[in-house]
């Protein structure tokens, strides 16, 4: 196992006082996936008329519960629906094996709620290419299924982590026609972190009513400047998943309401940055900004190369100021550049300007800068009006303890 010795220095100090969404309930379990004396398994179930809409990782290699639950979502929603989530084993890269186990999870959850097998969905982390030991899991649906507790989402997000330092959470409520919706959501992550839609498991939940097809056009919109801006090592999963579900409890229709459409976001955007720092090894959260690029595509292929660059993010761990290794990042990322046209700024102080170092630079004052935890990096292409933003973290030889003894 994963030596993981301390909670990350970028954890908040607590996890979020999360509200009861009407329609929802969890439960987590012991299993032994591969923890011992741990809750590994958690298990969610949402009331009948509940919409769910989901973005999955593009890897070529996902793995059977992603596969599965790519091909159950836009069903009816006229029944209930039970995301169950273990960690410790991906069941990915495993065959036959793996579409064994997702069936007999998801046929014994199916029993143990009482829900058609199409909307049980499911999702494994954790080692790839070991068979997933599913009896440890459906031997306990029944016990699962007879605690399932309203308040216990806290307990949902610490038995899905892995890797993870500290449990994920973030909340909002907002009014919409006089009424107030409210919107909860868990995420696990740590390493294997990169856009493709960003590689982690994410659960949110909301008492609001939308339409299914609203619901996944709204998720997929978001996700796109949410979990696909967000990168720890450039490596991107074969597991990732982000399903939301609206119970509609509430009764109030949010369809056409961009008051909950930015409530979502912002959940959707606290959970990514809780990732990012809760990136291995991590002791810096880093915000890249880049404008001026000729189109957003361009610039966030941009913001991108400079999130990924191990010079870079070794510089950040090192706090240094090399603004060098921001101008090799653009230079390498294929996106259009002009070198004589390009400006680089550390925490608002402008280190380089259109393709020099700026002559009222004091290095002394970007040093300060970066010896902070947050820390943030701006380029300006100087080509167009493209803008975009990305978050990452350093990188430190804690990724490197994390990573070499995760099997072990």
């Not at 038995?159 to 009424?179: H, L, N, P, Q, R």
């Amino acid at each position: 196992m994963a030596k993981i010795t301390a909670v990350s220095p970028l954890a908040p100090e607590a996890f979020p006082k999360m509200p009861i969404i009407d329609g929802v309930s969890f439960s987590t379990v012991a299993a032994g996936v591969k923890y011992e004396g741990r809750a590994d398994v958690m298990l969610a179930k949402m009331a009948p008329g509940t919409a769910v809409a989901g973005v999955f990782t593009q890897s070529a290699t996902r793995s059977a519960p992603v596969l599965d639950c790519q091909r159950k979502l836009g069903g009816p929603t006229h029944d209930g629906a039970a995301i169950l989530v273990n960690s410790g084993n991906s069941n990915a890269f495993t065959g036959r094996n793996g579409l064994d186990a997702v069936a007999q999870i998801v046929s014994a959850s199916a029993r143990a709620c009482d829900l058609p097998e199409a909307r049980v969905f499911t999702a494994s982390t954790g080692v790839i290419g070991e068979p997933l030991p599913f009896e440890r899991i459906t031997d306990r649906l029944e016990t699962l299924a007879a605690t399932l507790d309203p308040a216990a989402m806290e307990a949902a997000a610490s038995a899905i982590m892995t890797t993870d330092t500290f449990a994920k959470g973030a909340t909002a409520s907002v009014e919409v026609a006089g009424k107030i919706v409210s919107i909860a959501g868990i995420a696990k992550g740590s390493g294997m972190i990169a856009p493709d839609m960003a590689t982690m498991l994410v659960y949110i939940f909301t008492d609001g009513k939308i339409d299914q097809a609203n619901l996944q056009t709204l998720v997929a919109a978001h996700n796109e400047n949410t979990f696909n801006c967000i990168t720890v090592d450039s490596d991107t999963s074969t597991s990732d998943s982000l399903l939301v579900c609206a119970t509609g409890a509430s009764g109030v229709d949010v369809d056409d309401s961009q008051t909950f459409s930015d409530a979502l976001h912002g959940v959707m955007q606290e959970l990514a940055h809780l990732v990012v720092k809760d990136g291995e090894g991590a002791t810096k959260f880093v915000e890249i900004t880049v404008t001026g690029a000729a189109s957003d595509r361009d610039a966030k292929t941009h913001a991108l190369s400079v999130a990924n660059s191990p010079l870079v993010k070794t510089a950040i761990a090192g706090e240094d100021p090399n603004w060098g290794r921001v101008v090799m990042a653009i230079g390498k990322s294929g996106a259009p550049a002009d070198r004589d046209r390009l400006s680089i700024n550390f925490g608002g102080i402008m280190v380089a300007k259109e393709g020099w170092v700026n002559p009222d630079y004091v290095e002394a004052d970007a040093a300060a800068h970066m010896k902070g935890q947050n820390i943030r990096i701006h380029a300006d292409i100087g080509l167009g009006s493209g803008e975009a933003t990305v978050w990452t973290c350093d990188l430190t030889h804690g990724y490197i303890e994390i990573n070499a003894d995760y099997r072990s």
